[in-house]
């Protein structure tokens, strides 16, 4: 006699003789098990998602209704752009903070320890949730977004192929910063909110002058910001965009993903060498 | 609970089974952890402090081993680099065979920690989620070890807060949750710091009777440290005493009782003043001296020839004697004696 059951995770267990032996899990089980706790965060716990919508559009606001005030005709031809930027700015700051930020926490609540001690490690745990966390900042970001186009009036060009692909390159690097960010917090500790400070660069990576300074391509975010740009002030759809172009965002991203990760396997090595690993 | 050949790696279906008879007997002589020379060092200089220094150490599988000793004594230390958390500068840890330097994912298939001061689990998912989570991670797939899961929410008392976030439980039973999940995933080795902090008489009891049949029953192997001699006493079948990074006891709780005995009788009399006590400390070692209800209550080191000595005495100071009885050493002042420490931390005076 066997016995179906349905799991909270929507998978299905059999209870059946041979149940009873445990199964090995495979990566894929890893995954969703990763993916399904972090959307369960996500959708119990809403504040966090909505504080940061909220803050983002109030500061917006200021950006926009003070500028008019002040710039007038100049801050509404340049409004497209700025926007985009925008956008581009809250996705680098919710991938960048909740990586660094949760590295921080599960080192704090001793979670990070036990990972260590799995046969899987930190290591694509560490990843998948990243992978969540840029998911999870798409979906926050573009409601900002919607919002900014409501309130100002203004009309882009959204292709979701082109704006998905290119923005998720570009903050994909920033995913790489924030990696980084948590291999040192593993070794430091308190000084996330140091960290934190660092999302203030993005603006100056965003607005990087890319054409006048073409070395500053290989920076995080300024070559994406550039090229979505195009793709959402001009129309530029993502097949129009040169190989080269794509090249490097992808070269980009997956660059400054592997420098991170590499930073934050060395800090997490490191901290067990030192015994600090779950000091806190 | 999952099986494992002498390789160390986890083995499961008919891949187990094949491999099953040509590896019971190495396996069975396998020990769950051997740790070889383990040395640890923190800082340089004249700030350089030893945590372990040398230290050898095998558990076997199914056995119950308590790790004692003051604070800064190297306990967590040594735990913490079994696990792989600390990078020790010397010597080897195995896990069921496995040199945890060359197979990190071999050799902690099967092992899982409770470590103290730490949530160890997530508060913002449910008991059960957590238990799932953990199992996952552990590299069983959850839903293979569900029945599994509903017996640990049912052995601590946890089925009806199964569907309950951890956050919203009390200090107890979130310990509770920790053990369950550490657990979850069938591990074959646990290591358990503290795991009776905070928990009231009766959960306490429960746990260890809890720890006590899944060694007996289910073959676990568990590595418990705690400052609770009373925790340690009733479930481990052999206790590691450590001072300064050094282990200076190794033994079963029954061979470190006995080699404590010291042939202490306690009388308890009412005619036992100065006089007589001072009588007392001339011919025999007084260890204790109480007063209880009027009464003097007094440990006297004798036993054997020196116990009609002590009579004698007694009787030739006309002390009438209420009450006699033979003192049993307790594993406290085993650990006083062998460290030097009382249990909390502090050196002995």
Redesign the interface.
Known sequence: MSRD?T???G?????DG?????????YY??A??VLY?EF??FV??PANAIGGIVVSLFFFGLLFYGGRLLAGQALTDSLEGIIVGYFLWTLSVGAYSSVSNDIGSEVQ???L?????????FAP?ALLKGVAKVVRTFLTSAVVLAVMLLLTGTWLSIDPLAVVVIAGLAITSVLGLGFAAGGVTVLYKRIGNWLNLLQFGFIVLISAPVFELPWTRVLPLAHGSALLQRAMVDGTRLWEFGPLELGLLVAVAVGYLAGGYLVFYYAT?RA????V??DY | ??QRGATGQ?Q??AGRVEAEGRDERTAAATPALAIEGIS?Q?GSGDDAVQ?VDDVSLSVDRGSVVGLLGPNGAGKT?LV?SA?????PDAGTVRVFGTDVAEG???A??D???M?E?????????TV??NL?????????????????HEQLLERFDLATKADT?VRELSRGMKQKVSLASVLAG?AELVFLDEPTLGLDIESSRTLRSELRRLAREEGLTIVVSSHDMAVIEDICDRVVMMADGEVVADDTVAALLSGADRDSVRVTSAGIDDGVLARLRDRFEVARVETVDGRRRVEVGAGGDTLYELMDTLRAAGVTVEDIRTVQPELEEVFVDRTGMESGGGRSR
């Open positions: 059951a799991a909270d995770d998978s299905r267990a059999t209870t041979d149940a009873t032996t445990p199964r090995p899990a495979t089980h890893l969703r098990a706790r369960l965060i119990r716990y609540w001793g979670t320890e036990r990972h260590i001690t799995t046969p899987f490690g745990v090595r067990r060498r030192l015994g690993l779950g | 609970m999952a986890r499961t279906g640890k923190f945590a230390t913490k696990l792989g958390i600390v990078v990190r994912r071999a902690y298939t092992v899982d920690a470590l001061g730490a949530r160890n689990d997530y508060w913002r998912l059960r989620e799932r989570y953990f199992a996952t991670i552990h590299g069983v797939d959850p839903n293979s070890v569900a029945d599994r976030a069938g």
